[in-house]
């Protein structure tokens, strides 16, 4: 049999993805907002903070990948993992507001142990259905279409965190924030919580696993020359030597680039305010813009790699967003207030981010049989997991006690890093090798 894309399919299952890029940007933006303005914590032991959901997700999401992989549900194998995951996080996260509001009222160690303790179970119930949401997607793709389907899937993870941010933008500017001794962020969390509980019923509601699970399992026995991994004999798939190599250069890459984004994604509010003078809602349209440019660019950017494959892809969206850094480090030397055409800078950012983002997953599945899906979704998020368990903690770091100065140098250097360590990843394009419309091969 032959199976199409299907974008309307891809963008259904998505939303799992959408309520979970909205729910990380709010973390992102906010959480160290609390932890430094409510509970007055340094930014070291802030961005240590910052930095327990990778340390979380290091063990969870392979764990988790890899046991959806042999979930047996009436509901299919990822399907039980998005829905209790989705339902436990929406629960705990309307108390983290609550309880900021409670400590600023009346400071108490309780209070503090508490915040924190539904913190961490917050980042566990994330944790549960993180690697089964991003592995339905492929789950229910043939391989040659992966980069169009994570085209799709970032669109909609990208658009949950726009509308994040626009909300954001709306409801704390610097008109309604400035001068005001503490800022209410419930408002904010209970939306997030109502947008991720309206994607869940989507997702139960409209993408049948099962049904699709046994398309794209006979199609796989019909083509057999798709897998790079090679049956050992005893019912296992190993990978021959020259593809694992290439498969630890990609992982080292993703794990180069995570560094240096997610250290811009985690500290970018807090430097907006401390240098240029930015409220939370400016630096947020900032990141609005980001999220725009990323937008903008996903579908584009599955043309582009179905003409020039996804490694080219992926090494000129890490050049572009190295420039970027390097041209946000040398205004920032000479000015201490934003710019309005540092825009086009953000907006370039998010491009290249989507260069990105959309062809390091696909070329690492690329390179695994369907029933594996869910443990190579675990190895990619290995990889940025210790990344991003890392960044914050040294980025905090050395902004606290080198200075606010490096925050550009630092994301700079990892991307060129990246870029080093990607010339020598050799497997993972499509196969296919299709350009312009064909590429899509659209059926829905």
Known sequence: MELKFRPGQTIRIGFAFFS????????????PLILTNTFHMNETLSGAIMAADNVLGLFMLPFFGALSDKC?????????????????????????????NAYFANPAAGKQA?????????????????????????????????????????????LG????????????????????????????????????????????????????????AEYESA??????????????????????????????????WFISYNAVETWFTTYASKMWNM??????????????????????????????????SILIGVVVMASCYIVGLVYTLGNSEFATWLYVIFALIGMAWALINVNSLPMVLEMCKGSDVGKFTGYYYTFSMTAQIVTP????????????????????????????????????????????????????
Not at 169 to 187: I, M, N, R
Not at 201 to 208: D, E, P
Not at 224 to 234: C, F, K, M, R, T
Not at 409 to 420: D, E, G, K, R, W
Request: net charge positive; with cysteine; hydrophobic share 55%.
């Open 161 to 216: 965190g726009i509308v994040y941010l626009a909300i954001a933008a709306v409801l704390y500017s610097k008109a309604k924030t400035e001068g005001l001794e503490h800022v209410d962020y419930v408002p904010i969390f209970a939306i997030v919580a109502g947008i991720m509980t309206l994607a869940l019923i989507i997702v139960l509601m409209t993408v049948n696993e099962k049904k699709l699970m046994a398309e794209m």
């Open 279 to 312: 409220a939370l809602g400016g630096a947020s349209k900032c990141l609005l813009i980001a999220n725009g440019g990323a937008i903008l660019s996903y579908i584009p950017v599955g043309f582009v790699a179905g003409k020039i494959g996804r490694k080219k």
């Open 20 to 31: 979970i890029c909205a729910f990380w940007q709010m973390y992102n933006n906010i959480v």
């Open 72 to 100: 047996k549900s009436n509901l299919g194998r990822r399907k039980p993992f998005i829905m209790f995951g989705t339902i436990a996080a929406v629960i705990l996260m309307v108390l983290i507001p609550m309880i900021d």
């Open 114 to 158: 508490l915040f924190i303790g539904v913190l961490g179970a917050l980042l566990v119930a994330m944790g549960t259905y993180r690697s089964p949401a991003v592995a339905l997607m492929p789950d229910l793709t043939p391989k040659r279409y992966r980069s169009q389907g994570n085209a799709i899937i970032n669109l909609m993870g990208a």
């Open 393 to 444: 903690i040294l980025c905090g770091f050395l902004l606290r006690t080198v200075g606010y100065g490096v925050f550009f140098v630092y994301a700079a250097l990892f991307m060129i890093l990246a870029f080093c360590t990607m010339i020598f990843v050799k497997h993972g394009d499509s196969k296919e090798g299709k350009t312009g419309l064909e590429a899509f091969d659209f059926d829905d």
């Open 223 to 256: 083509h057999p020359e798709e897998n790079l991994a090679v049956d050992d004999g005893s019912g296992n798939a190993t990978l021959p030597p020259e593809v694992k190599r290439s498969l630890m250069f990609l992982l080292f890459s993703i794990a180069l």
